[in-house]
């Protein structure tokens, strides 16, 4: 069974337009990540937030993460088309495996 | 990916017969992972390893066994193949457990096809 579950399934923007993606857990974590996967390749990882943060940035990229709701959204501003990838949580707890969710697709058009 | 190779990337096998995949690593990371990805299904942990010779099963172990006998690689056989582990199957490596300080780094894929 998935851990976290993104919301939507797919999505479609224009080049420039802001992208965002949820993703809801339903257990305790102590840190939830977001990797990014292009077609035919491997997960890259993006970002990570621990349970006791609550919002995060790198570049172009915005995490943030409500454990009360148990859900997370990670932000992309200003997207490119070569940010079109699949986007996919990953959650961790005390144990020693990440569990992931299905995935968004992504497609920013030029 | 820089650090992690899977062999091999593509291979087309028989119903019944046994397959091994590997997983070779160059970072000496801990931890090494197993997954597989299905449509609908988003990835999904079969077996992971946390040392050498230590391994405990994942979401999905049922028909896999996995061996890893030196840091650096990480074999997973399908002792049988069915066509149900048709798939496109990941090694990812980490430095702590969960990956919960750097992250996971995964490998490129092998495409496991079963006819």
């Known amino acids: 069974s998935q851990q976290g579950e993104e919301d939507p399934q797919a999505l479609s923007i224009q080049e420039g337009e802001n992208a965002t993606m949820n993703c809801s857990y339903k257990t305790s974590i102590n840190n939830l990540q977001w990797y990014r996967q292009n077609s035919g390749r491997g997960l890259v990882h993006l970002i990570l937030i621990r349970s006791n943060e609550r919002e995060k940035h790198s570049g172009r990229l915005r995490v943030t993460l409500d454990t009360s709701k148990k859900s997370s959204s990670l932000l992309i501003t200003a997207s490119r088309a070569a940010d079109t990838a699949s986007y996919f949580c990953?959650?961790?707890?005390?144990?020693?495996?990440?569990?992931f969710g299905g995935g968004t697709r992504l497609m920013v058009k030029p | 990916d820089a650090g992690i190779t899977q062999s091999p990337r593509h291979k087309v096998t028989e119903t019944g017969t046994p397959v091994t995949l590997r997983c070779h690593q160059t970072e000496n990371h801990r931890y090494m992972y197993w997954y597989r990805q299905d449509p609908g299904h988003g990835l999904r942990l079969i077996h992971y390893s946390y040392g050498v010779k230590d391994t405990d099963k994942g979401e999905v172990s049922d028909g896999y066994s996995v061996s890893r006998s030196k840091t650096e690689d990480f074999l997973l056989t399908l002792e049988s193949a069915t066509s149900s582990q048709t798939s496109v199957y990941f090694c990812a490596i980490s430095e702590s457990g969960g990956g919960a300080f750097y992250g996971y780094t995964f490998g490129s894929g092998t495409r496991l096809t079963v006819v």
């Open positions: 990953a959650t961790g707890n005390a144990g020693n495996m990440l569990t």
